[in-house]
């Protein structure tokens, strides 16, 4: 029985791909599309070929879920902007990784969602300058220490689900979409770009980790988690 979306709603799928390490992956391996197994081939260290592996075995065996159709069969296509989709008018997708761990979005509506984990070694400062506006940065900069690298994922996450979201890929300067700062309405956040965006915080696995969805519709949806492992 395949399963079905509400309108009101998001179903979020999340894993953590170290769990399914002891797989075979050559019969995982089947599960992929041509393009897949190139991509997956194109790794130079195995971790992270097994982890863009799970991903995609674990996307497809969602998609078969949702559209009944066995997962090797799925015909995964990409704009020309890279957002991959199936032909459908019912289901949208969207999937992020980051360090091991894995999100996935289904919508019955154009969604975007990125996860990043928050590197402790990693020096915002050398990229702040071409991915924040000025108000951005100056709002970083009225933090605390020790809550700025915690801020700029924020933003960045906000804006990679943004343009994930609109499916164009990030085809403009990060410094020119600025992110309201505004987070009154239960951390909701609107951006009129020709049609109305939404941008939310979704439940990451832990505090190392960050995450937003974007979506476009009339209304607020509600968020539902889903584990992988009951797949």
Not at 108 to 114: A, H, L, M, R, T
Not at 136 to 143: Q, R, V
Not at 189 to 202: A, D, Q, R, V, Y
């Amino acid at each position: 029985m395949t399963r079905k979306l509400a309108n009101d709603c998001i179903e979020i799928w999340q894993a953590d791909l170290n769990e399914y390490m002891f797989l075979k992956f050559n019969s995982c391996f089947q599960i992929l599309s041509k393009e897949e197994k190139e991509n997956a081939n194109s790794f130079k260290m195995d971790y992270h070929r097994k982890c863009y592996i799970l991903s995609h075995v674990i996307l497809r065996l969602l998609l078969s879920k949702y559209t009944g159709i066995i997962p090797e069969l799925i015909e995964i296509h990409k704009n020309k902007y890279g957002k991959p989709f199936i032909k459908s008018d019912e289901l949208k997708f969207n999937i992020s990784h980051s360090k091991g761990k894995l999100a996935i979005a289904m919508a019955s509506f154009e969604v975007g969602i990125d996860i990043e984990y928050i590197n402790p070694n990693f020096d915002i400062h050398e990229i702040i300058d071409i991915t924040l506006s000025e108000s951005e940065k100056l709002n970083i900069k009225k933090l605390e220490f020790s809550l700025q690298k915690k801020q700029f994922y924020k933003y960045w996450t906000q804006k990679e689900a943004f343009f994930k979201a609109m499916g164009t890929g990030i085809n403009m300067d990060l410094n020119k979409l600025e992110i309201p700062n505004n987070t009154s309405d239960n951390n909701r956040i609107s951006i009129l770009k020709e049609k109305k965006w939404i941008i939310e915080p979704f439940n990451s696995f832990n505090k190392d980790y960050i995450g937003h969805i974007v979506y476009n519709d009339k209304n607020n949806k509600t968020m539902q988690y889903h584990n992988c492992n009951k797949l």
